[in-house]
């Protein structure tokens, strides 16, 4: 069966201080990562999605940005984090080819609050 | 612009009734429409998933319809029980190279005893 990691649950980070979130899936291969931010009361917005190393899109502008160094680990990272970019953040994975069906399975999320 | 809005933006309801929440969407192009719930502190958990074609889909107490032509879907929750106090978000998926999905603000629904 397949499972999706993040790591870590919550992170507590002073402005101005770097950022690495992890994101790792297991029992599948060539998926789709998808990395998404949920701020207070609001809906889920796509930040980056990967369909495989190295590819990387980035859907908003932002202080943010991603990589994919392995098939099935995901990363999001920032040089110097803003009090904005507090929220929780939630990784999930598709099967490689597009489908209409493709399950969006989601990971268990980080809660990030920058000081 | 792709949007997905929801109402009502929360609901409190007594356990053991039933309620009906509301999504309209102008996404496109639409590939299919899903529902999650969502609990706090938790990733979001898929429900059902529609197709323009289907205009409704059941999974245990929860019932989603779709009507493809008002671009409006309802998710009815029978019986409710306190597990199902959380979150519910609609989700339009659209197929551009890869999956994206674009999400509702979501319902906080509340079962009281």
């Known amino acids: 069966s397949q499972t999706i990691h993040q790591w870590p649950a919550t992170l507590v980070q002073p402005v101005g201080s770097p950022l690495s979130l992890e994101c790792t899936v297991e029992?599948?291969?060539?998926?789709?990562l998808y990395w998404y931010r949920q701020a207070a009361g609001r809906g889920l917005q796509l930040l980056f999605y990967s369909v495989g190393i190295g590819q990387i899109s980035s859907e908003v502008p932002q202080n943010l940005s991603a990589s994919r160094p392995q098939d099935r680990q995901f990363i999001l990272s920032s040089k110097k984090l803003l009090l904005s970019d507090s929220g929780f953040y939630l990784c999930?994975?598709?099967?490689?080819?597009?489908?209409?069906?493709?399950?969006?399975?989601f990971g268990p999320g980080t809660r990030l609050t920058v000081l | 612009k792709n949007q997905v809005e929801q109402s009502p933006q929360s609901l409190i309801i007594l356990e053991g009734k039933n309620c009906t929440l509301q999504c309209n969407y102008t996404v496109s192009p639409f590939s299919n429409l899903r529902w999650y719930k969502q609990d706090t502190g938790r990733g979001p958990v898929s429900l059902t998933i529609m197709t323009f074609s289907e205009n409704t889909k059941s999974n245990g107490r929860y019932t989603a319809t779709l009507d493809a032509d008002t671009k409006q879907s309802s998710l009815h929750i029978t019986a409710s029980q306190l597990s199902d106090s959380a979150s519910y978000i609609c989700?339009?998926?659209?197929?551009?190279?890869?999956?994206?999905?674009?999400f509702g603000q979501g319902t906080r629904l509340t079962i009281n005893p």
């Open positions: 999930a994975w598709t099967r490689g080819t597009p489908s209409s069906y493709n399950e969006q399975f």
């Open positions: 029992g599948t291969s060539n998926p789709n």
């Open positions: 989700v339009v998926s659209v197929i551009q190279g890869a999956q994206k999905l674009v």
